[in-house]
């Protein structure tokens, strides 16, 4: 046998001796599947579609890019399952095409959603915005769409008895769904507060890299990061609350049949 024979046979000794240390892996960090959200819709054509209007700066501060924030949350939306939403400047585009400077009121919202081809918008403002660590955002959005659109529940609902109770028990109904929001959702996130830094490190879980030197901590340390989070717990309020919306007028329909 050869010294290089030896040689090799001595290294390959090594590394395994190595690997079989604890600590000793090709694995890498643990990965975990990050929370993702699910809308109550159900429809034939597929997933519906949100669009998200620009949303106004009611902070106080001009060193807030509100253009930013209303990325983040379209982004937000594109991620929930059965959701699908179009970029923001699409909608800054249709808003020059119809010389509307903003959307301020239920007729804006409809008038925008329409000339868009979207099923619902969502409009609001950034209301609180503190960058530095603990950082601070606070959102208030209302959900907008035309009436029988957002019908529907996925899995033990009928969404054909839905569509048709959107509208069957009161005739007032159909006018009463597009002057009023179909949804909102006002929150204010405080990085001191520790339930918001509960919720904040169960979203980093499978978002954050567990090897990093801050962890989850780098949601605190960066207000990009923090603004992602902020707009996915304002998108998840929205849901939760359409889940529960929806639930009730299935009960009702039961009791009417």
């Given amino acids: 046998m050869t010294s290089a024979q030896l040689h090799l046979i001595r290294a390959t000794v090594l590394a395994l001796l190595w690997c079989a240390l604890p600590g000793c892996t090709d694995e890498g960090p643990r990965l975990s599947n990050p929370r993702v959200l699910t809308a109550p819709y159900e429809s034939a054509e597929g997933d519906l579609i949100w669009a998200v209007a620009p949303l106004r700066n009611e902070t106080g501060t001009t060193a807030l890019d509100t253009l930013v ?48 081809g979207v099923d619902a918008i969502v409009v ?21 769409a035309d009436p029988g659109v957002l019908v529907g529940h996925r899995g033990e609902l009928d969404s054909r008895k839905l569509s048709r109770l959107s509208t069957e028990f009161d005739p007032a109904a159909r006018s009463r769904y597009v002057d009023t929001p179909v949804m909102v959702a006002s929150d204010v996130l405080d990085a001191r507060n520790h339930g918001v830094l509960l919720e904040l490190r169960e979203y980093a879980d499978g978002r954050a890299d567990p090897e990093s030197a ?44």
């Fill in 214 to 257: 801050l962890g989850w901590r780098a949601y605190t340390a960066s207000m990009e990061l923090y603004t992602q989070f902020a707009t996915y717990h304002a998108v998840r309020t929205l849901l939760e609350q359409e889940w529960i919306r929806l639930a009730r007028v299935s009960q009702a329909g039961s009791e009417h049949e």
């Fill in 124 to 144: 609001g403002s950034v209301t609180a915005w503190d960058p530095y660590d603990p950082p601070v955002i606070g959102l208030s959005l209302a959900l907008h």
């Fill in 69 to 116: 924030v209303s990325d983040a949350l379209a982004h937000s939306i594109e991620q929930v399952r059965g959701l699908r939403t179009v970029p923001v400047n699409r909608t800054l585009e249709t808003m020059r095409s119809l010389e509307m400077r903003g959307v301020s009121t239920p007729a804006d919202a409809r008038r925008l959603a329409r000339a868009m």
